[in-house]
């Protein structure tokens, strides 16, 4: 078994910064790489950013390229999502994801039914 909890949302005005961090515990050996995915009300959860740090490889979707970036401490297994520039269309609720297949962070490729384990979710809401 595998725990993921997320902290770090709330709110904020466009513009402004957040960072999102998850600490993984439990059987973190089937940690593979990890994630994060959002979902706004009434959308299907999409992927945002993953990284391979045996690799040395992320993955961001077109959305959020240049305003976030992942960063993993595989010492500890802590992920992080630091988030510039934030958008009122950045509203969702944010989930930490781990056991990706590593080759679709290299194939650029990020679907959450590849994904093993879940976080509760973090919610994040950005105003205009």
């Known amino acids: 078994q595998v725990q993921l909890v997320e902290s770090g949302g709330g709110s904020m005005q466009a513009g402004g910064s957040l960072r999102l961090s998850c600490a993984a515990s439990?059987?973190?050996?089937?940690?593979?790489?990890m994630g994060w995915f959002r979902q706004a009300p009434g959308a299907e959860r999409e992927g945002v950013a993953a990284?391979?740090?045996?690799?040395?490889?992320?993955y961001y979707a077109d959305s959020v390229k240049g305003r976030f970036a992942i960063s993993q401490i595989t010492a500890n297994n802590t992920l992080y999502l630091q988030m510039d520039g934030l958008k009122p269309e950045d509203t969702a609720m944010y989930y930490c994801?781990?056991?990706?297949?590593?080759?679709?962070?290299?194939?650029?490729?990020?679907?959450?039914?590849?994904?093993?384990?879940w976080g509760q979710g973090t919610q994040v809401t950005v105003s205009a």
């Open positions: 439990g059987s973190t050996s089937s940690l593979h790489c």
């Open positions: 994801a781990a056991g990706i297949p590593c080759l679709t962070v290299v194939a650029g490729a990020l679907w959450s039914a590849d994904v093993g384990h």
């Open positions: 990284i391979y740090p045996g690799a040395g490889r992320t």
